[in-house]
DNA sequence: GTAAGTATGTTGTAAATCCAACAAAGGACG
DNA sequence: CGTCCTTTGTTGGATTTACAACATACTTAC
């Protein structure tokens, strides 16, 4: 389809790539796409998967079952984005969490691994794929390292410092405006949105920092 | 050196891999090994790094200095794993942290891009080092996803029950041993070890689990 | 078997967090 | 300008945690 050529050019995974290597994956036996309407389920816990989803459009949750029926959501991706490439490259046999499309959506299944290893003519084809590949799950473990370093702090002053010091580097300079409101912050760094709000107050009180709203500014010797 | 190539083959970054292309790797003109004796700086923060590291022997300690200069040790690299992958392949100029050697060590530095980029003819030798690569860094991903998992979690209980069901996934059993003692188990879900204590023996108390040391078992319906 | 050393469990208190309820500030729109 | 609505800030009380100090259980070496 046509449109699912467009939709492909805007996914990272094949940033870089030509017509003829996109529709190499498109029409490979080893490439679903399939229309999902909300609440569907698109990878079921247990399932062996041995492809790589793309959201070509719309999004979908990735949902966790616990021993005693708890479901908690794990993570949202949204179109242009990736999932499940952690399971097809890590040898995980089996999905240890489900899938379920979080609106209507179009996903692309791509039994990459497959199309890799049965075309190895295609050099130039397989080390885009790869470097993007690559460069998308080593920007992810950047990502969640310093969510880890943030929320390893035992309490909110700490936390907040570590974000804020995260987002000067990021922006380069001593005064930024951070991508959250104060709930999104609160859910960021895993703690209570009255409780984070009280803590920048204090903060501001001791003249660590100077902040309204969204905009930060550190304050370099704090006597 | 004969031993580098004994070590070499101890790496799951080079598993799979026959004499002739550990050795390909090993003699390129962007392959460096060096010694580091205890405390040594291996990366500085701010280096432009191209190179990923090995841990042939002996162990590293990757650091990070904030903006106003403490210092807090994010994670100890030993041999034979690998480091700094994640900002050769995500297109991170400078490096956010230092890595220093932890004690004696032979440190391997494979300016690996260069490698792959300059022997597109060795498709099969691209391959398998890719691959296993991307098994490195999605597992990792993984293992970071768990710990977020956990370690988001508010209380210690909720924490403590998270880490122990997924203890009990990965056993495939409702009876396991978890790898820690109570000092590694309050250092990785993050939260004070008799605090910790106390919650185990409160779940116990009250039938949701039975515990000895690092013997646990949960009690399917507790009430 | 016992002493010494380490790991684990228990308890009380101070500190930090969560939670809920409300106050204040900001923004959108007539 | 004023109302409605959303976001942010403030506060007090209940809950949870950290911390320190000590008690008990386990391990090891002799």
Known sequence: MKKD???MKKC???GNMNNEELEFILTSPFTKIQNFSKNQTVLTEGDNVQSLGVVLSGSVQVVRNDYYGNRSII?????????????????????????ISA????IMLVGLKKILSESPDQSLFYSKLINNLLRLVTEKNLRLNEKIEIISKRTIREKLMTFLLFQARLQ?????TIPYDRQGLADYIEADRSAVSAE??????????????SQFRLIKNPE
């Not at 995980?92 to 899938?99: D, L």
């Not at 609106?103 to 179009?106: E, K, L, N, Q, T």
């Not at 380069?172 to 930024?176: A, D, I, L, P, V």
């Open 75 to 99: 993570a949202l991706v949204e179109s242009p984005q990736i999932f499940a490439e952690v399971f097809v490259f890590s040898d995980t046999p089996t999905m240890p969490v489900s899938v």
């Open 12 to 14: 990272p995974l094949f």
């Open 172 to 176: 380069g300079g001593n005064s930024f």
């Open 5 to 7: 050529f467009e939709l």
């Open 200 to 213: 920048i107050s204090k903060l501001r009180a001791e003249g660590i920092i100077e902040s309204n709203r």
């Open 103 to 106: 609106a209507d959506s179009r």
